[in-house]
Each structure stands twice: as structure tokens, then as C-alpha cells.
């Protein structure tokens, strides 16, 4: 019931970009969506608000170009922040710019004092890659919650699915900041949205 009154409530951007000084102020907790170029962070958010365009996604990886900043919830007692990240790894904008993303998604990450939770989100045809596992060390290192979530699982039959899972939680194990549960979601189906919203509710009352 606070699960559906929260994400049926207001959700607005307010504030974008592409620099550490550009901050908004801090207020209340953030929970930031990271992850490679591509991977569906944007897609995500639209599907957790249940709204189609809120954050702008493209099949063109490099769309989203700023720290993009949601409000949910507004007035209510659980309101809070999601933060939509440029992605990571590659993307069709060119080197020095994915560059300048990195630093700025790194930045962020470590040293953000009202971030209360990461999602780290992994294709779920792909895994883990190099790029993410650096994100991950750092997310330790740290000491920053973080749980890996799976996009596209529309894209994978149930049992190469189960065993993406599988492999993952077992490599994650002994990594400190690390929710040890993967948790498979698709923008498409909608599948795994409602366990989403459900783990954010729970650390938003931790
Ligand atoms: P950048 O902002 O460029 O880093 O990308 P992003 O991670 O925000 O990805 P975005 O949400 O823009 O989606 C990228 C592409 O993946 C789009 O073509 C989406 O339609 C597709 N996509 C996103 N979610 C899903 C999903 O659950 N299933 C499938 N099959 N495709 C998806
Ligand atoms: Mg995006």
C-alpha cells in the first residue's frame, strides 16, 4: 500500500547536470541509477514512475548526458530523490566526453552524503563487464550501499536467466557494500518493477 501510494504519487524532474559544482542542494535521500551506456537506467526510471517519457531513453547509447534528478513523491512522508547517471563504457559521443561522464559519475558515487542506495544495473544478456566491475570496487572501497539489478530480462528464456542470477550473486558475495540478492527486471514486461519499488520503500524506512 505505501509502495502503490508512493510511486502513484507526483514524479518531476527538477534538476540536471553535467558538472560536480551543479548539484541541487541536498535534500532528503537519493537513490541513483548507474550503470554501462545503454543498459536502461532511463528506461527504469519511466517504468518504476509508470511514465512513458519522463526521462528521455534512445536505442543510440550516450542519451542521457546529465546527473538527472527525479522527485518522487513529493509531500508524502517517503518522498525522495532518483538519480538518472549518464552511462559508463562506451557511447556514440565521443571519448573525451564519456570521459568527462566517468568522472563526473565516480564524483558523484563517493561522495554524495545523502545517497542512500545505488542500483547498478547490468544487461542481463551481458553480466558483469570490466567497466562495471571498477564501478563496483569503488562502490566498496567507499562504502556505499549497492545492489546489481538486471535489465532486459525480457531478452533471456527463465533458465539462462536464473543462471545470470546465480553467477552473479556467487561473484558478489564477498563484496562489503554489496546487497547479496540480484534482483531481474524488465522495462517491457514490467517485470520485476514492483520488487523494485518494494526494496526502495524498505531502505527509504531503514
Ligand atoms: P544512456 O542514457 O545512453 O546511458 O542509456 P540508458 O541506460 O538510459 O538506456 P535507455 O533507457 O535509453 O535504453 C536503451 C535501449 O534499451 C532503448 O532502445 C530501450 O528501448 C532498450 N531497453 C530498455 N529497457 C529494456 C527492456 O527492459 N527490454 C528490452 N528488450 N529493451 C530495453
Ligand atoms: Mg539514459
Redesign the pocket.
Known amino acids: 500500500e505505501i509502495v502503490r501510494k508512493l510511486f502513484a504519487g507526483t514524479a518531476e524532474f527538477f534538476w540536471g547536470t553535467g558538472s560536480l559544482g551543479g548539484l541541487p542542494p541536498m535534500h532528503g535521500l537519493e537513490i541513483a541509477f548507474a550503470?554501462?551506456?545503454?543498459?536502461?537506467?532511463?528506461?527504469?526510471v519511466n517504468a518504476l514512475t509508470r511514465r512513458k517519457a519522463l526521462?528521455?531513453?534512445?536505442?543510440?547509447?550516450?542519451?542521457?548526458q546529465e546527473l538527472n534528478f527525479f522527485r518522487i513523491g513529493e509531500g508524502q512522508e517517503s518522498a525522495f530523490t532518483l538519480v538518472?547517471m549518464?552511462?559508463y563504457g562506451y557511447?556514440a559521443v565521443g571519448k573525451d566526453k564519456v570521459a568527462a561522464w566517468t568522472d563526473l559519475i565516480y564524483a558523484y558515487l563517493r561522495g554524495r552524503a545523502n545517497l542512500a542506495r545505488v542500483y547498478v544495473?547490468i544487461d542481463a544478456r551481458h553480466g558483469l563487464k570490466d567497466n562495471d566491475l571498477k564501478v563496483l570496487d569503488s562502490l566498496d572501497k567507499a562504502a556505499v550501499s549497492y545492489q546489481i539489478v538486471l535489465?532486459?530480462?525480457?531478452?533471456l528464456k527463465p533458465g539462462p536467466l536464473a543462471d545470470r542470477i546465480r553467477t552473479i550473486e556467487e561473484s558478489i558475495i564477498r563484496r562489503p557494500a554489496a546487497y547479496p540478492s540480484v534482483i531481474a527486471?524488465?522495462?517491457?514486461?514490467g517485470e520485476g518493477t514492483v520488487e523494485l519499488q518494494s526494496a526502495i520503500v524498505q531502505l527509504l524506512h531503514e
Open positions: 550503470g554501462r551506456s545503454n543498459v536502461g537506467k532511463s528506461s527504469l526521462a528521455r531513453t534512445s536505442s543510440t547509447p550516450g542519451r542521457t538518472d549518464p552511462g557511447a544495473l535489465t532486459k530480462a525480457d531478452a527486471t524488465s522495462s517491457r514486461t
